[in-house]
């Protein structure tokens, strides 16, 4: 009979421990933010997700220079699922440069398929390829609001907006989450680029043009907000 007593006094030792003043503890779900007192290592807590921002409210902020789109340009920009960008720019161009001040509102439309990280802090990565295209409208073109000046299609081709391809890359930099957990990047980029009238003139006069007569260079960032 003692024999049973302390044997079952063993086997209870360790359910002792556990209890409390008021029993067993029970571990309940964790709905305060606080750490369970039960001597067991709480599970590692886990980053909320970042608010989704509204569909209007704009990704990023560009400036450039060059490119056909102005001395200086600057503007806002969507992104769609990382890879597709939409870029709406508003173009400057001082009157010492060309004749009359210039005011080029334009889109650009730029899809990059590969992202490449780079080193060893994935902090750098590179897009090797980025294509697309744009569409502009300059305003403030020497004569082009004096009427009856030049008869009808005396110019053939518009001389207020233009359409063309682009070609690039980009440098991105990871930066510090923003407050509500959304990334950031910092970026730097290239474009090459031409347009509808370029290209026409180069077709109609191989031997008078060069490729690197019709191309244009844009040097931009764009930093993600």
Known sequence: MVQRLLLAALAA????????????????????????????????????????????RPR???????????M??????YSLKDRLDLDILIGYVPRKYAGSRLSIYSAKLLYSPWTLPLGKTQKWALRPLMVGGYFSYTHGTLNDEEPNQYYRGY??????TRVGPLLGSRLSYA???????????????????????????YVQNLKGL????????????KLDI
């Open 72 to 77: 200086v340009a600057a503007g806002a920009g």
């Open 210 to 221: 060069s490729p690197i007569d019709i191309l244009t260079l844009s040097l931009g960032l």
């Open 13 to 56: 030792a360790p359910l002792a421990a556990l209890a409390g003043p008021n029993g067993p503890a029970t571990l309940l779900p964790d709905t305060t933010g606080t750490t369970p007192t039960t001597g067991l290592n709480p599970a590692p807590a886990q980053a909320a997700p970042a608010d989704p921002l509204p569909w209007y």
């Open 60 to 70: 990023h902020l560009v400036a450039q220079t060059g490119g056909g789109l102005g």
């Open 175 to 201: 930066l510090p989450p923003t407050a509500k957990g959304r990334s950031r990047n910092v970026s730097a980029y290239y474009e090459l680029g031409s347009n509808d009238l370029y290209l026409i003139s």
């Open 155 to 160: 110019y053939w081709f518009s001389t207020d």
